[in-house]
């Protein structure tokens, strides 16, 4: 091991000495554009080695990153290997202009990740505690930080006459916590769900927000050279306009841009690039109303982070992570020259800058978390987190160094007083969790998040949903819509108007479907649905389509407004509208490749006399290779698909037995139906039987254990039932009769073959059932 350490080791150093050697050879422009590969190449290389290091420590790694940076500057490269130093780093303004470019640009990324990890749900979960612990943790170590920004002498700032603005900096810096910092130490201490972990991470989103519209505007304040009330003025009301258009109509135009792209641009990485494009956008506009970009970029990922799947995000995370963050913090890092600590007089204002820093934002939320009503080692804890500044403070003290708000040594202390309280608030933060124990009620909500987390409904992103004008197509709507309602699901629904035309191959005309925009987007960008030869007929298909759009918004309701007692509501339901004469496998494969997690399939045919599914049903099913939801009402269903539901949920301990009975749950919680569980078992006489039916019902006993504790987990009561030595389809036909259900949801798994074959009971469900039907299919 240590051999392997030693030849990385001596990989690095070879790459420090040969870089600009292989620059200077070079010459002319050539040596600019190899410089400068070399500095991204080296930056990144000891950036992620030190930061790996700082993991294996159970330290944050940007302060590997950022460490790396001041190893490579004049604060040890510079002192050891000076001439090396210089000509891999040179200082000429063209040459530090292209890497300052790509660490301007990483600033704009890392808010835009920052923004991403915002999670505003979390801020009104946790109510007031987090709103006072975060707003006292600003103020008093902001007072303090201007107040020592008042003290500092004159031959400390970059300009006496502009000693306010410095002021204003040094006290945003002080105040702000960081986020990424804050989340990691939770994350890895397993209280992402404890209350007291959801305050502190809570509080640093707030601390985060707060702290870049704080920026924006003293940004807005050191352009003018002074503060002015006017100026004031207009860039608070500036960024208040800003806010609320980003977050009510900016919302809207994020989610139908990102959702237009992924569904009509066929080239790779289409979202990431329309992400990008949004945030350069907002931080224009920012710029434009004369605050800093960074707040543009921040909001950015706040708006695009409810739409993104988790594939997106993890490509957009590992481009910003894996070059971006390594480069910024380094040349953060390169900027500034810890060998100014030599200067007696700089060495005892940095201890003070930490102290104050320090005392001030331990001080400030602590009183919030008492303020908040938190016990005194949650209130320990809290200010022990909130005390990181890490990846904040170096981006704050960048911004200012660049306006001019900053001098060299300010920002070099203001880097030492993020390395410094960051690297001590791991231990501090692992240390007063350790003290807190769990309440009861805490430990049964952990417990349902938990279940939920490896569930089948929570974990849904996207639902596509083929209906007709039958009440079959009305449930399976009905259905859908309270799917999507979970957590604010995208939905599109494939209207189809009449399922006798419904084929096997991809029709000849391919531009038979019609897109049918909502009425905003029909005021937004005045297109007409339809083609004016048929402007009657497709008027009453929208009609329809409408009708269709509209029953899974209003079931989507039902479960949010269930959601709304349990304080737990997600952003609205988008639904888009899709009109095909003619589908097929084809054109249903195609749809599918825009990324839907389930199919939901209700049409006024669903099955025949025969106990096989209609053909087109079939033939819908076969363009889509995910799970399933199929539907086929009857009795008092198909006269009113709205009507009150009491549903029987057959289990066996497989996986689609287990997504059925999550289904079943979301409805029942929709609708306050009652729920029965069923297992079916069959047992021996014989003695070893007997044996084996001990085993038998210890099995039966956990099965139904675990869908009781998934309902437990939304206090909701269910009935279980076992029923021995019964076919498994007349014991679910019995049980139907006996507690008079009028819905089966149960759990199948598709079979090879031509036509759509779930198992020998789903058919003879479909053959003898009186009652309504739900197939829940992986």
């Not at 502190?200 to 009330?229: K, N, P, R, T």
């Not at 249903?588 to 099955?607: H, N, R």
């Not at 009795?635 to 949920?649: A, F, H, M, Q, T």
Request: one cysteine or more; aromatic letters at 4%; proline letters at 4%.
């Amino acid at each position: 091991m240590r051999t392997h350490r030693d030849r990385l080791w001596l990989c690095v150093l070879a790459t420090l000495a040969v870089s600009p050697a292989w620059a200077v050879e070079g010459g002319g422009k050539g040596a600019s554009d190899a410089i400068f590969i070399a500095e991204l190449v080296v930056l990144m290389l000891v950036g992620r080695l030190l930061g790996e290091a700082m993991s294996r420590l159970r330290q944050p790694s940007v302060m590997g990153q950022l460490i790396a940076g001041l190893m490579l500057g004049p604060s040890l490269f510079g002192l050891l290997l000076p001439d090396v130093q210089h000509a891999l780093f040179p200082k000429n303004p063209e040459q530090k202009a292209m890497i300052d470019g790509i660490s301007q640009f990483g600033i704009l990324l890392l808010l835009l990740l920052a923004g991403m990890e915002t999670d505003l749900k979390l801020v009104r979960q946790t109510g007031r505690a987090s709103l006072y612990a975060s707003l006292m943790g600003i103020v008093i170590p902001f007072i303090c930080g201007v107040a020592l920004g008042e003290a500092l002498p004159d031959s400390m700032l970059p300009d006496p006459e502009k000693r306010l603005i410095t002021s204003l900096f040094l006290g945003t810096a002080l105040s702000i916590a960081s986020v990424k910092i804050v989340a990691m130490v939770v994350r890895e201490m397993n209280f992402m769900r404890r209350v007291v972990g959801q305050v502190i991470l809570a509080s640093a989103i707030i601390d985060d927000s707060v702290g870049w519209i704080i920026v924006s505007i003293i940004f807005s304040l050191a352009l003018q050279g002074s503060v002015e009330l006017l100026s004031l003025a207009q860039s608070v009301v500036g960024t208040i306009a800003f806010m609320l258009a980003s977050l009510t109509i900016g919302r809207r135009a994020v989610f139908f841009t990102i959702r237009w792209v992924n569904d009509h641009l066929v080239s790779e990485f289409a979202v990431v690039t329309a992400i990008l494009c949004i945030m350069g956008i907002m931080a224009l506009i920012t710029h434009l109303i004369g605050v800093h970009t960074v707040l543009g970029a921040f909001v950015a990922g706040i708006l695009v982070s409810p739409i993104l799947t988790r594939h997106i995000d993890e490509q957009l995370r590992g481009l910003i992570t894996a070059f971006f963050a390594p480069v910024f913090f380094g040349i953060a890092g390169l900027t500034a020259d810890l060998t100014i600590m030599a200067d007696p007089k700089i060495a005892l204002f940095t201890v003070g800058l930490v102290l104050v820093a320090s005392i001030g934002k331990f001080g400030g939320a602590f009183l919030g978390a008492e303020l908040g009503g938190l016990t005194r080692r949650e209130g320990l804890a809290l200010a022990c987190g909130m005390n990181a500044r890490g990846s904040t403070e170096v981006i704050i003290a960048t911004v200012g160094l660049s306006m001019g708000a900053l001098n060299q040594d300010l920002f070099t202390m203001i880097v030492a007083m993020a390395v410094i309280t960051t690297t001590a608030m791991p231990p501090t933060l692992r240390w007063a969790l350790n003290r807190i124990p769990m309440r009861k009620e805490e430990k049964q909500r952990i417990e349902r998040e938990e279940l939920e987390q490896r569930g089948f409904v929570p974990n849904l992103e996207r639902l596509l949903i083929a209906v007709d004008d039958s009440p079959n197509g009305k449930f399976a709507s009905r259905v859908a819509g309270v799917l999507a309602g979970t957590h604010g699901m995208p939905a599109t629904v494939l209207h189809i108007p009449d399922p006798s035309k419904i084929e096997s191959t991809m029709p000849e005309d391919p531009d038979k479907a019609v897109a049918v925009p909502t009425p905003e987007e029909k005021k937004s960008n005045g297109k007409q649905a339809n083609d004016k030869k048929n402007d009657k007929k497709t008027e009453k298909e929208d009609k329809k389509a409408a009708v269709a759009r509209e029953a899974v918004q209003q079931a989507a309701a039902q479960i949010k407004n269930k959601q709304k007692d349990e304080e737990k509501v997600d952003a609205p339901v988008e639904v888009t509208t899709i009109v095909h004469e003619q589908p097929s496998p084809a054109v249903i494969a195609e749809e599918a490749e825009k990324g839907y997690d389930i199919f939901i399939i209700g049409l006024e045919k669903a099955s025949k006399p025969n106990a096989e599914f209609d053909k087109g049903v079939t033939n819908l099913a076969k363009g889509f290779d995910g799970p399933l939801i199929i539907s086929a009402v009857r009795d008092d269903l198909e006269e009113k698909p709205d009507d009150k539901l009491s549903i029987l949920v057959p289990v066996n301990g497989t996986e689609p037995s287990r997504r059925a009975a999550e289904v079943a749950i979301t409805l029942a919680r929709a609708t306050k139906a009652p729920v029965t569980v069923l297992y079916v078992a069959v047992r021996t006489a014989t003695r070893r039987g007997m044996r084996r039916g001990i085993r038998t019902r210890r099995h039966e006993e956990a099965i139904l254990k675990d869908i009781v504790a998934i309902a437990d987990g939304y206090n909701m009561s269910i009935r279980t039932a076992v029923l021995a030595e019964r076919a498994a389809d007349e014991a679910i036909l019995s049980e139907l009769e006996r507690r008079n259900h009028n819905l089966v949801v149960t759990g199948v798994g598709r079979r090879p073959g031509d036509k759509l074959f779930f198992g020998d009971t789903a058919s003879a469900l479909l053959e003898k059932s009186e009652r309504s039907l739900l197939f829940v299919a992986s």
